[in-house]
């Protein structure tokens, strides 16, 4: 089974309006890290924000928050106020376990197109 | 600048010739991956170590090797590539425990032709 799902294969935005990607994640650990990842098209990967499964509140990074509903098992990454510079992939992945630093799980990822 | 270096950052290759890819990283970090990125997959680890002479399979590690012997280092080596092994790969290292990002390096463009 999937463990981190990404259904939107593709978004197209207007610039300066909100985005929301989707991403659900699976995982009967209850100690558990979710991170959003940006690859534009030169192809590196940005690290964009971060929420621990213990976090009380939604993380927050600039222009990117990361609304967490834990009993929903989803992690959706919203972006404000769109820029032409957000058109890139991006990527929801999952670490298990507090120590579980060796493994990243990724979603399948999302296109995401801002148009002028 | 704290940062994870691979090289090459393009590569054309013909099958059966060995390579290796290299990845170092100057953050004292203990931990180290090998991805490859496949379109409509997402990134699938191959390799990783936990530290120096310490590594494990990840969910893809056939026709790879890698490893360990500096903890800054860790190059991944396909010693007889094959076609289906084409493919942009990261290197990534994280600190323990792994709150906050996962460190990657710029990646990798394999062509096995």
């Known amino acids: 089974a999937q463990k981190i799902t990404q259904t939107q294969p593709g978004m197209f935005v207007q610039e300066k309006e909100a985005v929301t990607l989707d991403c659900t994640y699976d995982?009967?650990?209850?100690?558990?890290?979710l991170f959003w990842y940006k690859q534009p098209s030169s192809g590196e990967m940005i690290f964009l924000i971060y929420?621990?499964?213990?976090?009380?509140q939604n993380a927050t990074e600039g222009r990117y928050s990361l609304n967490f509903q834990k009993a929903r098992k989803s992690a959706n990454l919203v972006i404000s106020a769109s820029q032409l510079g957000d058109s890139a992939m991006y990527f929801c992945a999952m670490r298990e376990g507090l120590r579980g630093a060796q493994k990243l799980v990724f979603g399948q990822g999302t296109r995401l197109t801002i148009n002028p | 600048e704290a940062q994870v270096t691979q090289n090459p950052r393009y590569l054309i290759t013909v099958t059966g010739k060995k390579l290796t890819v290299t990845c170092s990283q100057n953050m004292n970090h203990e931990y180290m991956s090998w991805y490859r990125q496949d379109p409509g997959l997402g990134l699938r680890q191959i390799y990783y170590s936990m530290n120096v002479e310490v590594t494990d399979k990840g969910d893809v590690p056939e026709g790879y090797k890698v490893s360990r012997k500096e903890k800054r280092n860790f190059p991944l080596i396909l010693e007889s590539p094959s076609p289906n092994q084409t493919s942009l790969y990261f290197c990534?290292?994280?600190?323990?425990?792994?709150?906050?990002?996962?460190?990657f390096g710029s990646g990798t463009r394999l062509t096995v032709v």
């Open positions: 995982t009967s650990d209850p100690s558990y890290g």
């Open positions: 929420q621990g499964s213990y976090d009380q």
């Open positions: 990534a290292s994280s600190s323990s425990p792994a709150v906050g990002g996962y460190t």
